[in-house]
C-alpha cells in the first residue's frame, strides 16, 4: 500500500500535467474559454431560482443562496464522478502502450473538475455576501467540507472508472441514477417540503448530508451539526476506501479489457 | 548462478489469457497461455535478442517487462529506468504541441521538469522540427511523429531499452542517427530488450538471443546460433510439440506469423544473400554483384511455380518486384534466374543445386524443356542463362533479374513445361546493384504457375544493407543518367 502512494508521489508531474491538460484543453478554442465552466451552473442556477422562487413559490428564506449551495454541493459531486467514469476507458490508448499507475486517471480527472467547482464555490460566497448574509467562523470548515466531497466523489469515480472498463454501460447507467436523485435530493427544495412521513427516507441518501454540510457555512452560518457532519466524515472514509480497494483489484486487468 | 548484475530479471513468467468461444461466442472461455515458464536475466550493459515467429509471445513478454500487462504467474523485475520503444509516441497528446508533448512524455517517463527544461533543445535539434515544435503533433506526418518520439526517449538516459520492430521507421539519416545513440546506451551500461524479424539487426547488435516459441523459451544462447535454431523451427515446424502445451499444427504456427503465408508445397526453407563468391553476406556496396539464394523443397507440386522475389526500402515502397514467369528464358529483362539442383547422394537421384565451385563453371545450354531437370542434366551442373555472371553476347550492360535458364528458351512455354526438382536452390542475381546507401527488405515467394496459390511466401522478412562510400546521390536507386552542362 505503501509504495503506491510512493509510486504516485513520483508521478507527480504527470499528475499535474494531465491536470492542466484536461483544463487547458476544454476550452482552448473557444472565445470564452474557461468562463464557460462558471456561466453554465450560473445560467442554471439563475433558470432554477427563477422557477422556483417565482413560479412555484418555495417558501424559503434567501432561496438563491439555499440553491446555489445545495447546486454547487451537488454538482461537484454529481458532475465529476460521471466524467471520472470514462478516465479510464478514454485514456485506453496510453494505458495499453505505456506503464502508468493507473490511479493517475481518475484522479487527474476528478481534480480538474474540482478546480472548476472550487471557483463556483467562491462566487457562491460573494453571492452570500451580496444577498445580506455574513458569514462567520464556520466558513473556516469550508474548505474541509470540500475536501470531504472530494474524496467521497473520488471513491465514487473509482467504483465506477473500474466498472465502466469491464461494462461500457456504466457511464449511462450512472448519469441516469444522478439525474433521478437529484429530485430525491432536497437541492432545490427543502427538508419540510416534503411529507412527514416520507421524510426518514432522506436519512438513506448520502447526497442529502453532503448538500446539507455545505449548506451551513454559507447559508446556515453555522458549524454542520454532528448529525450532518457525522455521516458526511463516515460516508467519505467508507467510499473513498471501498473504491480505492474495488480499483486496486482490478486495476491490474483493466488492460485486458482495453482495446 | 547467483549474480548481481542483472538489469532484467524474469522467473518462471507465465501469461494467460482468456479467448472468446470460436463458435458463436459461446460462454465458455478458453485458456491460453500465451507465456509460460519463461526465465532469464540481461545483464546490465547487454543486449538481449527475443526472436521468434509471430504469436510467439515476444511482444507479451515486452510488455510485461513494460509492466503493462500482470503476469499471471512467476514474475519480471527490472532495476532502474525502463524506456519503452515499444510503442512510440504513445505518450502523445495529439492536441498538444511538439513542445508541450515533450513535456508530458517526460513526465509520463518520470523525468525530473529540470532535466526536461536541460535536455529540451538538444532534443528538438535532434528531432529536427525545430520549425513545427509549436505546432499540435496531429498535424504531424507519420515520421515527424516518430522521430520526435524517438528524441524524446532518447534523451532521458534510461538504464533498460525496451525495443519492439522500431527500426522500419523515419528515413535513414534519422534511423543511422538514432541507431547511434542506441547504441551509446550500451556504452553507459544500459541494457537493451530488442523484439525484432530483422535477423542482420539481431546478429549485429546481440550478445544473447532467445527464441520463443508458442510461449516458451526455446532457446537461449549465442545469436548465431539462436537464430539458426530459429530458421530451422520455422523450417521444420518439427520438434515444436515438446515445447508447449498448446498443441498447435505448424500450419497454424506459419498462420501466427503474419509476414509468412501459403500452403508449403512448395517450402521456401532459406534466403540468404551471397557475393560473387558464394560467400554470405548482408552488407553490399552499390555496383556490387548482389545474389539472394532461394532454398526450396518441393514436396510433390508437378507445375511450375514461380518464383518471385520483391525489393522494397525500410519505408515498404516496392523498387523491384519480378518473378520467374517474366523473366526466366525471356531476354526482356536481360536477367537470369536459374533453378538449379544437385545431385541427392543418399539417394542418387538428381537434385539441382550444385556447390559454388562448381556454379563458377558458367555454361550456356540448349534449350530443354523442364522436365529433363531431373533426368537429363549432368551431375552437379547447374543450368542457366547466358547472363549468369559474364557479359551478354550483344555487349549490351547487364541488368538485374533471375538467372534464365538457357538463352533462347521460350519463356512462357518453357515455364509450363517446367517441373521443379525436389530440393534446389532459385538464384536471383543482380550483376550490379543499382541501389544506394541504405536497408533494404527483401521478400521471397513461390506461387503456382498461374500466380493464384501462394506455395510460400515470405514478405519482408530479410533484409540487407547498402553502403555507398563516394556516392553523392540521394535516393535509393541509382539510374542510368548523365549530365551535360554548356554555356549558352
Known amino acids: 500500500m505503501r509504495s503506491t502512494w510512493w509510486e504516485l508521489l513520483s508521478y507527480r508531474d504527470l499528475l499535474f500535467n494531465l491536470i492542466s491538460i484536461e483544463l487547458k484543453l476544454r476550452y482552448r478554442h473557444s472565445v470564452l474559454g474557461f468562463l464557460w465552466q462558471i456561466i453554465n451552473p450560473l445560467f442554471y442556477l439563475l433558470l432554477l431560482s427563477i422557477v422556483f422562487s417565482r413560479v412555484i413559490r418555495f417558501n424559503i428564506e434567501n432561496y438563491t443562496i439555499y440553491l446555489f449551495a445545495g447546486l454547487a454541493s451537488w454538482l461537484m459531486i454529481q458532475q465529476s464522478s460521471v466524467v471520472a467514469t470514462g478516465s479510464i476507458v478514454n485514456n485506453q490508448g496510453l494505458i495499453r502502450k505505456i506503464y502508468i499507475p493507473k490511479l493517475i486517471f481518475p484522479v487527474a480527472v476528478l481534480t480538474a473538475q474540482y478546480i472548476d467547482h472550487v471557483i463556483l464555490v467562491i462566487i457562491l460566497f460573494f453571492f452570500s455576501l451580496f444577498f445580506g448574509l455574513s458569514p462567520n467562523g464556520s466558513l473556516v470548515l469550508l474548505p474541509l467540507i470540500i475536501l470531504a466531497h472530494y474524496f467521497f466523489s473520488l471513491g465514487l469515480s473509482l467504483i465506477f472508472a473500474s466498472a465502466q472498463v469491464k461494462v461500457r454501460d456504466v457511464q449511462h447507467i450512472v448519469a441516469i441514477i444522478f439525474q433521478a436523485l437529484f429530485y430525491a435530493t432536497p437541492i432545490i427544495y427543502s427538508l419540510d417540503f416534503l411529507p412527514e412521513k416520507f421524510r426518514w427516507l432522506m436519512y438513506f441518501n448520502p447526497f442529502y448530508y453532503f448538500v446539507e454540510s455545505l449548506r451551513y457555512p454559507v447559508y446556515y452560518l453555522a458549524f454542520p451539526p454532528a448529525h450532518i457532519s457525522g455521516p458526511v466524515i463516515g460516508l467519505t472514509a467508507v467510499s473513498f476506501l471501498f473504491g480505492l480497494f474495488i480499483f486496486r483489484r482490478g486495476e491490474k486487468y483493466f488492460v485486458f479489457h482495453l482495446s | ?488
Open chain 2, 1 to 488: 548462478m547467483i549474480s548481481d548484475d542483472w538489469a532484467v530479471r524474469v522467473n518462471s513468467l507465465g501469461i494467460k489469457f482468456f479467448l472468446r468461444g470460436k463458435d458463436g461466442g459461446g460462454l465458455r472461455k478458453e485458456e491460453f497461455w500465451a507465456l509460460r515458464e519463461v526465465n532469464f536475466e540481461v545483464k546490465k550493459g547487454e543486449v538481449f535478442g527475443i526472436i521468434g515467429s509471430n504469436g510467439s509471445g515476444k511482444s507479451t513478454l515486452l510488455k510485461i517487462i513494460a509492466g503493462i500487462y500482470p503476469a499471471t504467474e512467476g514474475r519480471a523485475e527490472v532495476r532502474g529506468k525502463i524506456a519503452p520503444f515499444i510503442e512510440l509516441g504513445a505518450a502523445f497528446n495529439p492536441e498538444l504541441t511538439g513542445a508541450e508533448n515533450i513535456y508530458l512524455a517526460g513526465s509520463i517517463y518520470r523525468v525530473p521538469k529540470r532535466t526536461i527544461r536541460e535536455k529540451f533543445d538538444q532534443i528538438v535539434e535532434f528531432s529536427g522540427l525545430r520549425k513545427f515544435i509549436h505546432t499540435p503533433v496531429k498535424n504531424y506526418s507519420s515520421g515527424m511523429f516518430i522521430r520526435l518520439a524517438f528524441s524524446i526517449i532518447i534523451f532521458f538516459e534510461p538504464d533498460v531499452v525496451l525495443i519492439d520492430e522500431i527500426f522500419a521507421v523515419g528515413d535513414r539519416v534519422f534511423q543511422e542517427k538514432s541507431m547511434e545513440k542506441i547504441l551509446s546506451f550500451r556504452e553507459k551500461g544500459a541494457s537493451m530488450l530488442i523484439v525484432s524479424h530483422d535477423m542482420g539487426l539481431i546478429k549485429q547488435l546481440c550478445n544473447r538471443v532467445a527464441v520463443l516459441s508458442r510461449g516458451r523459451l526455446a532457446f537461449l544462447g549465442r545469436p548465431e546460433e539462436a537464430i539458426n535454431f530459429y530458421l530451422d523451427l520455422i523450417k521444420k515446424g518439427e520438434g515444436l510439440e515438446n515445447l508447449g502445451t498448446q498443441t498447435f499444427s505448424p500450419e497454424q504456427l506459419v498462420l501466427n506469423d503474419a509476414r509468412r503465408w501459403g500452403n508449403r508445397q512448395v517450402e521456401i526453407t532459406r534466403v540468404e544473400f551471397v557475393d560473387e563468391a558464394g560467400r554470405p553476406r548482408e552488407v553490399f556496396r552499390t555496383g556490387d554483384y548482389f545474389e539472394a539464394r532461394i532454398s526450396y523443397i518441393n514436396h510433390g507440386v508437378d507445375d511450375c511455380p514461380v518464383f518471385g522475389v520483391a525489393i522494397y526500402t525500410i519505408y515498404r515502397l516496392l523498387l523491384y518486384g519480378p518473378n520467374t514467369l517474366e523473366n526466366l528464358g525471356t531476354q526482356t529483362f536481360s536477367s537470369a534466374a536459374s533453378y538449379s539442383g544437385q545431385r541427392d547422394k543418399e539417394s542418387g537421384k538428381k537434385s539441382f543445386f550444385g556447390p559454388r565451385s562448381e556454379q563458377d563453371k558458367l555454361f550456356t545450354e540448349e534449350p530443354a524443356p523442364c522436365e529433363s531437370w531431373g533426368e537429363r542434366e549432368k551431375d552437379s551442373k547447374e543450368i542457366q542463362g547466358e547472363f549468369h555472371g559474364a557479359a551478354r553476347a550483344d555487349g549490351r550492360p547487364r541488368e538485374p533479374g533471375f538467372m534464365a535458364d538457357r538463352e533462347g528458351v521460350e519463356g512462357i512455354d518453357f515455364h509450363r513445361q517446367m517441373k521443379l526438382p525436389r530440393r534446389g536452390k532459385v538464384r536471383f542475381i543482380i550483376d550490379s546493384l543499382p541501389l544506394l546507401e541504405g536497408d533494404y527488405l527483401f521478400s521471397a515467394s513461390v506461387y503456382d504457375s498461374s500466380l493464384t496459390i501462394a506455395y510460400d511466401h515470405h514478405e519482408m522478412m530479410y533484409f540487407f544493407r547498402v553502403k555507398s562510400p563516394g556516392i553523392s546521390a540521394f535516393g535509393a536507386v541509382r539510374l542510368e543518367s548523365r549530365w551535360l552542362i554548356s554555356a549558352d
